[in-house]
Structure formats: C-alpha cells, structure tokens
C-alpha cells in the first residue's frame, strides 16, 4: 500500500489523474474496512468500482422467429409474472375487456403503419388514452312513458285498494279478489307497422283465414270461397238516435182554478163512495159520529140531556183526539231536512246528458265586489259550473247549466244587475279619451257534449297571456278569442 502511495510525480510536474483516483478509493476503503489484506482490499476495490457503473439493463437478443435467446444461441424461457395485489388484478381485468373493443383501432394503425420498412410487426402499440365523454341526448317521449308508467301504476293501487275495501265490506275471501285482480289485463297497444292476417270485416265473409289462399284460388266458385252470402237482402236494426231522451217526454196540462177543484170533488166523491162499500159488505167498521160542541145535541140526542157534562167531556176528547191524529199524519209526511235539500236540488237541477248549455258574458268593468258576490252566489245556488276571469276590460263570465237554468242567469246579468253604476276607467280602454259607461254583453250561447269547467270560481288574471292559458288548460281558448274580438271591435268603434 505504501508502495502505491508514494509513487513520484510525472518528470513535468503534473499530477496523473488516475493514481489520484486510485489513492482517493484505497482511502475509502481504508475508511470502511480498517486496514485488510491485500486479497480482501482488491475485492473491495473491484465492488467499489461496480458500484460506481452505471446500472444497464442486459440486452435482449431475438432469434429470426422472434424468440428469446442468451449470446450462445440457446432459447431463454420468461417466467410470466402474474399479479398478486387486488388492485393490479383489477387493472389486469379491466385490460381485458378493453382489449377487444381497441382491436379495431390497432389493426387500423398497424395497417397504415404497415408499409414503413422500419415497422417490426411483432411490437405491439400502446393502449389508447380514454377518450373524452360526449353528451348523451333522451329520446323523445321517453319521459312521457315514464310518466305514463307511474300513472298506470297508481291507478292500478287505487283499483286494488278499492276491491280489498269491497271484499272487507262483503266479506270476499283473498282468493276470490286475485282473482278478480289477474282477470284484469292490460290494454295492448296497436303497432302501425303490424297488419293483421285477415280485416275482421273480413272475416265473418271468408272461409280461410289468410288472403293468399283466395289469391291462389281465383276460379273457384263463390259457395266455396265465401259464406252467409244468399240472395235475401238484411234490412239492418234501426237504432236510437243519440240525443232522443229514453223516457218520453209528456207535456203537462195546466188547469185552471174551477177545473181543479172539480177534478178534487170528483176524487173525494169516488174513495167515499168504496169506503161505503167496505162498510156495507162488513169488510171495515163504521166510523164514529163526528161530533163538536155545536152539533152535540143535535147528533146525541136525549144521552146529551141525561148527563151533559159526561158528554161534553167526552165530545171534547174526541175533539182532542182528532186534533192529534192530524198533526200526527202531518208530521209523519213532513220532509226531513236531508229530504227537504234534495227536493230543493232536484227542481233546480237540470238534466245535462243530452247537451251541456253554455253561455259566454263579457263586463267591462268588474271591480265592484258586491256584484262579483252576486255572480259567484246565483251561479251556486242554480247548480251551474263556470268560470269568471277578470282582465282589464274583458272579463268574461262562462256558465254551464240546463235551459232553466241559463234563463235565470241570463236575466241576472242582463236585467237584474245595474252595470251603469260603475264606470269604466280610461286606462282600461285604449282609444277611449274619458270613462265609459260600464256594460253587459252576451257574446256566445250555445249547446256543447259535456261541461268544461267544475264549480264556479272567479279568477283574477294579470296579463292577456295568463287568462288565455287558463281557458286553454280546458280546452275552450275559443272564448276568450271571441271575447277579446270583441273588445277590439267595440275599441275600433
């Protein structure tokens, strides 16, 4: 070592800088491993020095088939790792499935790549980056089967809930209402793209089922192709025209005063005269001698003289007697309230089946609270259904009801209600300089199917648009289009 270290400089002075290194490396491992022999001191050398190169992986050596093999020419076996920790298993996994769905891609890019004369057809490319999500649009009308779903489906709780409280009410076993509930099917939609084998105004004429049977067979005699056809004529069944009423409708007789009171005489005269009768053939006991204090002598006779008071207490308990029988008989023909109220909706309830009467009002002004009261109120109490929408100058008052009952109303709005105490401010009307006088007009009446509306409400609408989604949401926007025509005719005038 001492040899090593005292080797002299170049003759010029200069310091080689080899031995410089290897004196810095003797140092170091004189540092590391104290003072070793000399075989032990070049082993450390010789570590040192591999411990200083750099790291380089060994080269990978490719037979013409593409196989691994070591500088001798013999074949080297791979161990395949295979991955033991979950999270590497999943990315494997998911490799996987990618794979088949990027084989397109890398068949594309081999192919182009194909023709360089510097592509090696056994590397393979790396797997593509994600691609970026593009927006994904619903469908339409996908919603509106949703929905139709839900509703589908809480009608059907509604009818089952309806049938359990039914089987709870009449006693019907668990067995009898699944019944009743599998017998209901679904309503199946028609396809337009689907045809049916035969029309089934076909079908009671033909004999087969299909059309290409009678394509096939042209000659043939029409008894073998067809049947129920004969040579009587089929008068069809006439039917009952839709708006002729199922009871006949009888005119009533007005009598008058004299006419009446004969037609009682003549009633009265007949029951006496079968309650007479009972009496005779033994059939009803004869009724007791009306008496009162004025005909008691003349009807008792001599018993009234022997003992008046007697018989005047008894003429007065028949009196009595008779008194209460009536108040009872009255009493048990009196209506009950209930009864009273149904009478009362009976005569002013009209029968709508065959048409629905509508009449259609528009009023200038309708501010006043007092005369909305009373349209709300008359409307009610004759049953009928509307609407009332209050708008600048066009309010518009809608009413649906029988004949009856639109003539009622008609003659509140058009006679009964003074409109010509409210004027209408000018700002409500475009081309008018000062107040107008405030005023009814009936702008349509007519006969429709059915009603539109339910109970009368008044509503209140802040722009033009707003009161006509309202008749819109009933499917009449027709009025409020012909009110408002209307109005433009009067503000033109």
Same mark, same amino acid.
């Given at each position: 070592?001492?040899?090593?270290?005292?080797?002299?400089?170049?003759?010029?002075?200069?310091?080689?800088?080899?031995?410089?290194?290897?004196?810095?490396?003797?140092?170091?491992?004189?540092?590391?491993?104290?003072?070793?022999?000399?075989?032990?001191?070049?082993?450390?050398?010789?570590?040192?020095?591999?411990?200083?190169?750099?790291?380089?992986?060994?080269?990978?050596?490719?037979?013409?088939?593409?196989?691994?093999?070591? %500088?001798?020419?013999?074949?080297?076996?791979?161990?395949?790792?295979?991955?033991?920790?979950?999270?590497?298993?999943?990315?494997?996994?998911?490799?996987?499935?990618?794979?088949?769905?990027?084989?397109?891609?890398?068949?594309?890019?081999?192919?182009?790549?194909?023709?360089?004369?510097?592509?090696?057809?056994?590397?393979?490319?790396?797997?593509?980056?994600?691609?970026?999500?593009?927006?994904?649009?619903?469908?339409?009308?996908?919603?509106? %089967?949703?929905?139709?779903?839900?509703?589908?489906? %809480?009608?059907?709780?509604?009818?089952?809930?309806?049938?359990?409280? =039914?089987?709870?009410?009449?006693?019907?076993?668990?067995?009898?209402?699944?019944?009743?509930?599998?017998?209901?099917?679904?309503?199946?939609e028609e396809k337009l793209d689907e045809h049916p084998d035969i029309e089934w105004w076909d079908a009671c004429i033909l004999k087969k089922e299909t059309y290409e049977w009678y394509l096939e067979n042209k000659d043939q005699a029409p008894e073998d192709?067809?049947?129920?056809?004969? =040579?009587?004529?089929?008068?069809?069944?006439?039917?009952?025209?839709?708006?002729?009423?199922?009871?006949?409708?009888?005119?009533?007789?007005?009598?008058?005063?004299?006419?009446?009171?004969?037609?009682?005489?003549?009633?009265?005269?007949?029951?006496?005269?079968?309650?007479?009768?009972?009496?005779?053939?033994?059939?009803?006991?004869?009724?007791?001698?009306?008496?009162?204090?004025?005909?008691?002598?003349?009807?008792?006779?001599?018993?009234?003289?022997?003992?008046?008071?007697?018989?005047?207490?008894?003429?007065?308990?028949?009196?009595?007697?008779?008194?209460?029988?009536?108040?009872?008989?009255?009493?048990?023909?009196?209506?009950?309230?209930?009864?009273?109220?149904?009478?009362?909706?009976?005569?002013?309830?009209?029968?709508?089946?065959?048409?629905?009467?509508?009449?259609?009002?528009?009023?200038?002004?309708?501010?006043?609270?007092?005369?909305?009261?009373?349209?709300?109120?008359?409307?009610?109490?004759?049953?009928?259904?509307?609407?009332?929408?209050?708008?600048?100058?066009?309010?518009?008052?809608?009413?649906?009801?029988?004949?009856?009952?639109?003539?009622?109303?008609?003659?509140?709005?058009?006679?009964?209600?003074?409109?010509?105490?409210?004027?209408?401010?000018?700002?409500?009307?475009?081309?008018?300089?000062?107040?107008?006088?405030?005023?009814?007009?009936?702008?349509?009446?007519?006969?429709?199917?059915?009603?539109?509306?339910?109970?009368?409400?008044?509503?209140?609408?802040?722009?033009?648009?707003?009161?006509?989604?309202?008749?819109k949401n009933h499917g009449v926007s027709n009025y409020f289009d012909l009110a408002f025509s209307v109005s433009i005719l009067d503000n033109d005038d």
């Amino acid at each position: 070592m001492s040899s090593l270290a005292s080797n002299p400089p170049h003759s010029n002075g200069a310091v080689d800088p080899k031995k410089e290194r290897l004196a810095q490396l003797q140092a170091q491992i004189q540092a590391r491993f104290g003072t070793p022999t000399i075989n032990n001191q070049l082993n450390a050398f010789n570590n040192l020095i591999q411990e200083k190169k750099p790291s380089k992986p060994a080269p990978l050596i490719l037979d013409s088939e593409g196989r691994t093999v070591d %500088a001798e020419g013999n074949e080297v076996k791979l161990i395949k790792r295979v991955p033991t920790l979950k999270a590497n298993i999943r990315v494997q996994k998911k490799d996987e499935i990618i794979k088949p769905v990027t084989k397109g891609i890398d068949t594309r890019l081999n192919n182009d790549e194909a023709s360089s004369s510097f592509f090696d057809q056994r590397l393979q490319l790396k797997m593509p980056v994600r691609a970026r999500k593009g927006l994904v649009f619903h469908e339409k009308g996908k919603f509106e %089967a949703m929905a139709e779903t839900i509703r589908k489906k %809480a009608k059907l709780e509604l009818l089952q809930k309806g049938i359990s409280e =039914h089987s709870k009410k009449y006693g019907i076993s668990q067995q009898a209402r699944l019944t009743m509930l599998n017998s209901i099917e679904p309503k199946k939609e028609e396809k337009l793209d689907e045809h049916p084998d035969i029309e089934w105004w076909d079908a009671c004429i033909l004999k087969k089922e299909t059309y290409e049977w009678y394509l096939e067979n042209k000659d043939q005699a029409p008894e073998d192709k067809f049947e129920n056809i004969t =040579h009587l004529i089929e008068h069809p069944m006439q039917m009952r025209p839709p708006t002729e009423p199922l009871k006949p409708i009888l005119l009533p007789a007005f009598l008058t005063t004299k006419e009446r009171k004969k037609l009682r005489r003549q009633n009265r005269r007949e029951a006496l005269k079968e309650k007479q009768e009972r009496v005779r053939l033994g059939l009803d006991p004869p009724p007791e001698p009306k008496v009162k204090m004025s005909n008691m002598m003349r009807v008792l006779g001599s018993t009234a003289v022997q003992d008046p008071t007697k018989v005047e207490g008894f003429v007065r308990e028949q009196v009595a007697r008779r008194k209460r029988e009536h108040e009872e008989s009255n009493a048990a023909r009196k209506l009950t309230d209930e009864q009273r109220k149904e009478k009362r909706i009976r005569r002013i309830k009209e029968d709508t089946t065959l048409g629905v009467h509508v009449s259609v009002y528009r009023v200038l002004n309708l501010s006043n609270p007092t005369k909305k009261f009373k349209i709300e109120t008359n409307a009610k109490q004759l049953m009928m259904t509307g609407i009332a929408v209050l708008y600048k100058n066009i309010n518009i008052v809608v009413v649906e009801g029988g004949p009856k009952q639109q003539k009622k109303y008609r003659r509140l709005m058009m006679n009964r209600i003074n409109w010509s105490e409210d004027a209408v401010p000018k700002e409500f009307c475009e081309n008018a300089s000062d107040e107008v006088e405030n005023k009814c007009v009936l702008v349509w009446q007519g006969t429709v199917k059915e009603r539109s509306f339910g109970e009368f409400k008044i509503k209140v609408s802040p722009n033009e648009s707003f009161a006509r989604e309202l008749f819109k949401n009933h499917g009449v926007s027709n009025y409020f289009d012909l009110a408002f025509s209307v109005s433009i005719l009067d503000n033109d005038d």
